[in-house]
């Protein structure tokens, strides 16, 4: 697996023109509600339907998932149950209902310990994205030993970095992140360029306790 990082002789691509919405944050804090998101569908389900901003119907989305649309059914009243996604307006006489992301961000907040039942959805959500890794390897390979060559614009990028963030600084870095994501959604989630691939995109920030300790003052020292 190749790993790609920007360099200064590699323009930034425009930026697509960002979408007007109203901004609305549905945050979940309840334990139980965080339990109910242990499941890889369901995550792959708020992916979709957040990161899009489009309504899809449960057979939509059970062929992304490989569930059967019964079986995804049953998963969207459950995340409608916790006010995470809501059934959207239908066209005509559709006879599937359509579901859609009841905000515009998600996000998991939980003041519980090590076993706080976020970490079995962040799990999931690690796994998902090693699946994503897998399966564009995969395709990668394919396309080699039909003699095409170049990863072109599909290329991974993966990026690391330690840093010393007050938490005013840490706040101010998650925030501008998000502006510059929201800088590159589509106005139009219905209308997707020419030429335009859909890239899923990860980003973390954990403190990180493997650093050397604090120097301790020298015996004798003020």
Known sequence: ???????AESPAPPAAKRRHRPEKQVEITDPKA???LAHAARLEVISELYSTQV????TELAAQTGLTPSAMSYHLRALQKWGIVVPAATAGDARERRWKAAG????????GGVASPELAVLDLELEAYRRRVLAYAKTRNERRE?????????SVVLASNL????????????????DLLRDYELEDPDHVPDGAERMATMWSMIPDDRGPAAAK??????
């Open 217 to 222: 003052p020298e015996a004798g020292s003020a």
């Open 34 to 36: 965080i339990r109910a």
């Open 146 to 154: 039909r003699g095409e060559t170049g990863d072109g614009p599909s």
């Open 1 to 7: 697996m190749n790993a790609e990082t920007p360099t």
């Open 55 to 58: 309504s899809r119907t449960a």
């Open 163 to 178: 840093l010393y963030l007050t938490p005013e600084q840490r706040s101010e870095l998650t925030r501008r992140v998000f």
């Open 104 to 111: 515009t961000d998600f996000t998991i907040h939980s003041l």
